[in-house]
């Protein structure tokens, strides 16, 4: 095809979308206040609940740092992150 000119292909690039702080597992421990108001409270502050153990008082869920940072504010909530435990193979010589 002489005298046409080349194509040119657009290419569509998404918008770039500001990263998204990584979540992490995390138990709140509740104490002196009740978990019915709290539980609100908590997610307000932008947990992702998981679990809720109304006994012992402690909600498990996800959270990324400036959620935390939101959640230590509040009084008679305490957060940590959440702890994997490795236990060893029942044939195993350290038990």
């Avoid at 702890?83 to 029942?90: D, F, N, T």
């Amino acid at each position: 095809m002489s005298g046409s000119t080349p194509l040119h292909r657009r290419t569509h690039h998404a918008p770039e979308r500001p990263e998204r702080p990584e979540r992490q597992a995390v138990v709140v421990t509740i104490t002196g206040r009740p978990l019915s108001t709290t539980l609100p409270a908590l997610e307000e502050c932008g947990l992702a609940v998981t679990s809720v153990l109304d006994q012992l008082g402690i909600v498990l869920g996800r959270a990324d740092t400036p959620t935390r940072e939101r959640l230590d504010l509040l009084p008679g909530v305490h957060v940590e992150a959440e702890q994997a435990v490795q236990l060893p193979p029942p044939d195993s010589l350290l038990q």
